[in-house]
């Protein structure tokens, strides 16, 4: 189902931010936390820093259909923060980013599996 793809509630993003590990690059943040579950839900934070309510609603279509896209592995919260530079970056861009940051952290399926995040 759809709905259940996001995080949705102050508390799951508080849970994430408080005890979840984080990797950052230029352009985003991401956080990660194991959630237990059979699937993985994102969330999106994008700061009115980055501009009018079109340029963040573009960012956030953006980041939804880059992650609807990236095979990542089941059982986790992530929630991507957008930083500034991030406003100024196409598709193309911004999936490189996104990519870069969810191989560091060990969360793509298929690839870097040496490099896994345990959930502990």
Do not use: C
């Not at 969330?43 to 939804?64: M, P, W």
């Not at 990542?72 to 193309?92: E, H, K, N, Y």
Request: hydrophobic share 40%.
């Amino acid at each position: 189902m759809r709905g259940e793809r996001y995080l949705k509630s102050n508390n799951q993003f508080n849970l994430v931010y408080d005890e979840g590990r984080s990797w950052a690059g230029k352009e985003i943040v991401l956080k990660a936390l194991a959630n237990n579950s059979s699937s993985t839900r994102f969330g999106f934070v994008i700061s009115h820093r980055l501009g009018k309510a079109v340029v963040r609603n573009r960012i956030k279509r953006r980041l939804r259909e880059i992650t609807r896209q990236m095979p990542v592995q089941t059982g986790w919260d992530i929630v991507l923060i957008a930083r500034l530079p991030a406003a100024s970056l196409d598709f193309q861009g911004l999936e490189k980013s996104v990519k870069r940051l969810l191989l560091k952290a060990g969360l793509i399926t298929g690839e870097n599996e040496g490099n896994r995040l345990r959930a502990n």
